[in-house]
């Protein structure tokens, strides 16, 4: 330990000055701690502040997706919804051009059937029609053969017409020479 000796000014004032240094580092110190103390509290009430809004978000964005889900899952529903009850009236329309095609091939076949009686009809009545033009066209071959002249009886004829013919042939150029002995006569008296 060191004796201070009052005799010395300049020691005792060195060490008062260090005492008021020391002292005035202390409650520098001392309010650096407490301003570091501060500063540590408000960084960590602002980090408390920092993760009870992050918890918040969390929360919020948390409660944004379940309200997402939510909506999505009410959009799913009333999409279904919707597809089942255009479902349905395509259905309803569908069966309802289906009856009417239905209907429609009923009568078709009715008139089918119709037309087939028809058609047998008609069948029966164009047979009775061609038994008769195979009898009339029977009677008039038998007609044609009574009544029209053969092959032989054509040369015949065309003989017969050809001894005509060569008669009268004879017979004109007899007048012919007539003719022309009467007109040397006559040619002759003059």
């Known amino acids: ?4 000796a009052l005799s010395d000014g ?7 000055v260090n005492l008021l240094v020391s002292g005035a580092i202390t409650i520098v110190l001392a309010r650096v701690a407490a301003s570091t103390n501060k500063l540590q509290r408000v960084e960590d009430d602002r980090d408390r502040k920092v993760a009870a809004a992050e918890q918040r978000l969390i929360q919020a964005a948390t409660e ?5 889900n ?13 597809i089942d009850e255009r479902f349905r009236a395509m259905t309803h329309e569908v069966k309802t051009h289906v009856q009417g095609l239905t209907g429609t091939l009923d009568l078709l076949k009715l008139q089918l059937e ?20 195979a009898s009339k066209i029977d009677q ?35 007048l012919a020479t007539n003719v022309a002995v009467l007109a040397s006569k006559v040619e002759g008296g003059k």
């Open 70 to 82: 939510a909506a999505e899952a009410k959009l799913h529903e009333a999409t279904t919804k919707l």
């Open 10 to 16: 300049t020691t005792l004032a060195m060490w008062a």
């Open 140 to 174: 008039i071959k038998d007609y044609i053969r009574e009544k029209a002249a053969t092959k032989d009886d054509l040369k015949e004829h065309e003989r017969s017409v050809s001894a005509k013919f060569d008669r009268q042939g004879e017979q004109i150029s007899k």
């Open 114 to 133: 119709d037309g087939s009686k028809a058609v047998g009809e008609l069948y029966d009545v164009d047979h009775k029609i061609e038994l008769g033009v």
């Open 1 to 4: 330990m060191v004796v201070l």
């Open 64 to 68: 944004r997706e379940a309200r997402i």
